[in-house]
């Protein structure tokens, strides 16, 4: 099974930007979707945005125009754009594919604060 380790997280002030990292410990060229999910402290897990291999996309209504994601599969990598960040923002963000989150199986994920 494959293993996501993500980076690119800090402390931003509210209109800022950070690019989010999700680094794959084996090919994701036969993943057909990647996902940036993110969690707030009390909240659910969330998605955020999903790519896939054809080069569709998604994303939460609470995301778009602010954020983009992409894939990178020659270097076995997806990312994540925030721009325009708010603190409604600052969560755990973790990237998965569709089986891992019915597994139930994450990396421990980057932290994005926010501060207005």
């Known amino acids: 099974q494959v293993q996501f380790v993500e980076s690119g997280g800090g402390l931003v002030h509210a209109g800022g930007s950070l690019r989010l990292s999700c680094v794959a410990s084996g090919s994701i060229r036969s993943i057909g979707v990647m996902r940036w999910y993110r969690q707030a402290p009390g909240n659910e897990r969330e998605l955020v945005a999903a790519?896939?291999?054809?080069?569709?996309?998604n994303y939460a209504d609470s995301v778009k125009g602010r954020f983009t994601i992409s894939r990178d599969n020659a270097k076995n990598t997806v990312y994540l754009q925030m721009n325009t960040l708010k603190p409604e923002d600052t969560a755990v963000y973790y990237c998965n594919t569709p089986l891992g989150s019915l597994r139930d199986s994450w990396g421990q994920g980057t932290q994005v604060t926010v501060s207005s």
């Open positions: 790519i896939s291999n054809g080069g569709t996309i």
